[in-house]
């Protein structure tokens, strides 16, 4: 096909995170109208992936394609090559072929948020891929899907050199209060192998991370996506963040000796989607769960509405996705989406469905500007219908799940060319209507891109006021202005200075 067209400007995963991502499965084929052959890349897929019952049918593959199968050889050749100049230290797997990413017997009876192992140690790197780490450990966790059944999920917690406090001491204050980030990171694809919980033991996108360890914070990083990576479908990854902090907060106690912790929650572009979602339902999801405050920033809340604007565009990619990650939690739509897709020809069925063995950022370089409705039989109209329509409308607008029971600091450029301002500017003022305490930043420099760099520190500082206080008097408790109550919009037109550190 030759997908080949160069975007000037991508939804980017960062420098050092994103080439360790596609060093380590350099998934963009070369395919013919009949789908990927043996000679041209033979990627290992998981055979859980083929498995009906998780709702992944292997019908998605035209029958005269080649369907890889688990232990053929390819991206684990180019995992070795990647790390060979790589810190010193012992690799996690990927997640599909992790033993540890697996729900253990028995773990349908725990209840959400119910810790089911953990791993300590888990990134044990020289020197560490991310500054400012002393310590890494993940939390497997009982959680929901959207269908509220039961679930589990995944966290990656970083543990900072100089933690507020002390963990196992007896120097640590009886009533000392560890603060807690739990950080959404976009990542924006329906590969399993693409989670954060894979890719951060190479480094960090956009050293938001290190910043805040560098303030004395633990950092949380949930697999929002759940163990079926279901990007997009909202209601999972607002439980399996709202879990993810209920098992975070557990073993902090448990197997660190932190006597009290409090938790805010901060993310953008879909990183902001999980984070809105999980503020919506944690009053009936997680009622005893306080949450201090969220940052959320270039949130998408109308995805039914945004979604068909991305075809042909530079990241239409972020459509195929989509429809992927939110069709792998309804097993009808699925079996329709498939149903639709062409065979053969130029735009296939076996083309589309390996947008879920790339990076999100694979994904927008592979499908950058193409017409994603090409690849349907009866083009854009195979989407419009009800049992399409209704499942995004389900996921993929919020306000709708509950009101947020603490402080939210919204931000939206103005120009935002991915997900228009007008979306975010009606759910402030419908969650505003019903009571919520908002403070909602509209910046007139710059796209989606662009406030994802200029909100940067506006959101670590309302992270600070939250999780710090005063700190002792040594800062202000509210430098961004929040209102005690209501909500409060501030227009303002704001760069961040390139050459400024973020601290």
């Not at 938790?263 to 989607?273: D, F, L, P, R, T």
């Not at 809105?276 to 201090?292: K, T």
């Not at 940052?295 to 945004?306: E, F, K, Q, R, T």
Request: charged fraction near 15%; aromatic fraction near 10%; proline fraction near 8%.
């Amino acid at each position: 096909m030759g997908h080949t067209t160069s975007p000037r400007r991508l939804v980017v995963l960062g420098s050092a995170y994103l080439a360790a991502l596609t060093q380590a499965f350099n998934l963009r084929p070369k395919l013919d109208n009949t789908g990927i052959t043996q000679d041209n890349f033979d990627p290992p897929i998981p055979s859980w992936k083929f498995d009906p019952s998780l709702n992944i049918p292997g019908a998605q593959f035209p029958p005269n394609a080649h369907v890889p199968q688990k232990g053929s050889a390819g991206p684990k050749g180019k995992i070795a090559a990647a790390l060979a100049d790589a810190p010193v230290g012992t690799y996690q797997p990927l997640p599909s072929y992790d033993p540890w990413y697996r729900a253990p017997d028995g773990w349908e009876s725990a209840a959400p948020g119910s810790v089911l192992r953990v791993r300590q140690h888990a990134y044990n790197m020289t020197p560490p891929a991310i500054l400012n780490v002393r310590d890494t450990f993940q939390v497997l966790f009982r959680s929901t899907d959207s269908q509220r059944n039961a679930s589990w999920g995944v966290t990656t917690v970083f543990i900072p050199k100089t933690p507020r406090c002390l963990e196992n001491s007896s120097s640590t204050s009886a009533n000392c209060t560890q603060p807690i980030m739990s950080y959404q990171l976009p990542y924006d694809t329906s590969c399993l192998d693409a989670s954060p919980s894979f890719g951060l033991q190479f480094g960090e996108p956009y050293g938001e991370i290190a910043v805040a360890l560098s303030r004395g914070w633990w950092v949380s990083v949930p697999d929002y996506e759940g163990p079926l990576a279901s990007y997009g479908a909202n209601i999972v990854a607002g439980f399996v963040t709202l879990d993810s902090m209920r098992s975070v907060i557990n073993v902090s106690s448990t197997l660190y000796g932190i006597p009290s912790a409090k938790v805010a929650m901060w993310g953008y572009s879909n990183g902001a989607s999980a984070t809105e979602s999980a503020v919506e339902f944690a009053a009936e999801y997680a009622p005893n769960l306080r949450i201090e405050g969220a940052a959320i920033g270039g949130l998408s809340p109308n995805v039914a509405a945004a979604g068909p604007l991305l075809s042909q565009t530079q990241v239409a990619g972020l459509l195929v996705q989509g429809l992927i990650g939110v069709t792998s939690q309804y097993p009808p739509q699925r079996a329709y989406l498939v149903s639709r897709l062409n065979p053969s020809g130029p735009y296939n069925a076996t083309e589309f469905f390996w947008a879920s063995y790339m990076s999100g950022w694979q994904s927008l370089l592979y499908f950058c500007y193409v017409d994603i409705f090409a690849y349907f039989i009866g083009g854009q109209a195979d989407l419009v219908v009800p049992q399409i329509t209704s499942m995004f409308e389900k996921e993929g607008t919020l306000g709708g799940f509950g009101k947020p029971n603490t402080k939210l600091y919204m931000y939206h450029a103005v120009d935002d060319d991915m997900t228009p301002v007008r979306d975010t500017d009606t759910l402030v003022t419908k969650l505003c209507a019903e009571g919520a305490n908002i403070l909602y930043h509209r910046n007139h420099w710059g796209g989606h891109n662009d406030e994802l760099t200029n909100g940067r520190q506006r959101a670590l500082d309302y992270m600070g006021d939250v999780l710090d206080g005063d700190l002792g008097g040594k800062r202000d408790a509210n430098s961004m202005g929040m209102p005690d109550t209501g909500c409060k919009t501030v227009e303002l037109t704001f760069m961040q200075d390139p050459g400024k550190p973020i601290v």
